[in-house]
């Protein structure tokens, strides 16, 4: 009996003394210094991760270099060809006057009222014509961008209609544009449509505003009074405050600050008069006075640039509207909704963020496609520069120019489109 209560102690004892080693040792673990250094297996992997942190940044260095090298050689090759021949490079030419007429385009050069935007001519220098056709260049891009997203989106939004006729044209007007070339579709629009319209003296009036005729395509516009310039204060400030409610997260403070712009803009009005005023074109026989005027050439790649970037955009719109959950459609039927309502009030605005990114590499498109008017005479930039470089024989000087040119307008049309995407998806995320 005793024998048994000595064995049933020791027992307890044991289990109570593995039970206090478990929590010595759980206590020396918890209670370890803050700067005991790792175990040796830690150890190990710390140097594995710093031995693979140094040799991916050897590699990368290494991949680095080798393009510098490759690039440095590239030039060192053509400046060695250049000296070879006797060309040396310089950027000289571009002071020297042009001797050539550019149809139209507007450069830098002085006014009445100092530096301004004046029409070019043959007295002005080689740097002044290679303005006026990026000032063409601009304006084109500017007007095809718009021109193609407004009918992109509605034709995107015709594929997904519900009446047979408007489905089936908005399908037949994509896959016609998107599968015929755009060089194609711009020598179209100008010898095909544009050259085939009535001269000026049998052009009739659009609405009593548009004059369409093949000397060129005129609109109204708008022309400054005397007030203008009381006016631009106001506009000045109403645009100021209009910028700093862009930049304020606070919606109360953001309605506040559009409702002051706003205000600032109508009270210039009140104060200054009318700043601007319609100027409606009027048709002689061989001349157009009034409003603006688009040429043939421009008025053929505008229609061409916006119609062919159109389809694409429309299939990008289709594209993201299709990627929405259906249940939204379900969720704005359940209000009350119909179809088109719950298109253009519920589904369509959740789809501008899928919608951005590509919008903005078409964008950039759109400005590098603008190059295609060396077809058909219109003088934009690369078109004034085969010029500049027959006539000067600086070819690479001009090509590198031209090439810098596209690619400052391709990364700011990108760099616009990025910010306003994080812009709408910091709101989507809220």
């Known amino acids: 009996m005793k024998l048994d209560q000595l064995s049933d102690r020791s027992e307890k004892s044991h289990v109570s003394g593995e039970g206090t080693v478990s929590q010595l040792k759980l206590s020396s673990t918890e209670n370890r210094p803050f700067g005991r250094p790792p175990s040796p297996a830690s150890q190990s992997e710390l140097k594995r991760r710093r031995l693979a942190r140094t040799r991916a940044a050897a590699i990368q260095t ?36 042009a001797g050539f007429d550019i149809s139209e385009g507007l450069t830098i050069g002085k006014g009445q009222h100092g530096l301004s935007l004046v029409p070019f001519n043959s007295q002005q220098t080689y740097a002044q014509a290679l303005l006026a056709g ?3 260049t601009l304006v084109v891009t500017l007007i095809s961008i718009v021109l193609a997203t407004v009918v ?31 060089l194609i579709q ?24 548009l004059i369409a005729s093949r000397q060129g395509v005129f609109i109204p516009w708008l022309n400054a009074t005397p007030a203008a310039a009381r006016y631009a204060w106001f506009a000045g400030l109403g645009v100021a405050v209009f910028a700093v409610g862009v930049f304020v997260h606070t919606p ?39 409003g603006a005027g688009f040429s043939p050439e421009m008025a053929s790649l505008i229609i061409a640039l916006g119609v062919n970037f159109a389809a694409y955009v429309a299939e990008v ?17 359940a209000l009350g909704l119909g179809h088109r309502e719950s298109l253009w009030v519920v589904v369509l605005p959740q789809a501008v963020r899928v919608i951005l990114p590509s919008l903005g ?19 934009d930039m690369f078109s004034v520069y085969g010029t500049v470089a027959n006539q000067t024989g600086r070819a690479l000087e001009g090509i590198i120019i031209v090439m810098v040119v596209y690619l ?22 809220r």
């Open 62 to 97: 290494l991949i680095l270099a080798a393009i510098v090298a490759a690039v440095l050689a590239f030039l060192a090759m053509t400046w060695t060809g250049l000296r070879r021949h006797g060309i040396g490079f310089s950027l000289d030419f571009l002071e020297q006057p």
């Open 408 to 429: 400052l307008i391709s990364l700011s049309i990108s760099a616009i489109a990025n910010l306003y995407n994080r812009r709408v998806m910091k709101k989507g995320a």
């Open 317 to 333: 719109v289709r594209g993201a509207v299709q990627s929405i959950d259906r249940g939204q459609w379900e969720a704005a039927a």
């Open 152 to 182: 992109g989106v509605i034709v995107g939004v015709g594929r997904m209609s519900r009446n047979w006729v408007v489905k089936n044209w908005a399908w037949a007007f994509v896959e016609l544009v998107r599968n015929t070339p755009l």
């Open 361 to 379: 590499n078409l964008y950039v498109t759109v400005a590098k496609s603008t190059s295609f008017a060396i077809a058909i005479g219109f003088p």
């Open 252 to 290: 109360g403070w953001r309605r506040w600050a559009f409702a002051a712009g706003a205000g600032f803009l109508v009270v210039g009005v009140a104060v200054a008069g009318r700043p601007f005023s319609i100027d409606i074109p009027e048709a002689s026989s061989f001349s157009v006075s009034g």
């Open 134 to 136: 990026l000032y063409n």
């Open 186 to 209: 711009i020598i179209f629009w100008y010898f095909a449509v544009l050259l085939q319209l009535p001269s000026l003296s049998d052009a009739s009036l659009l609405h009593g505003a």
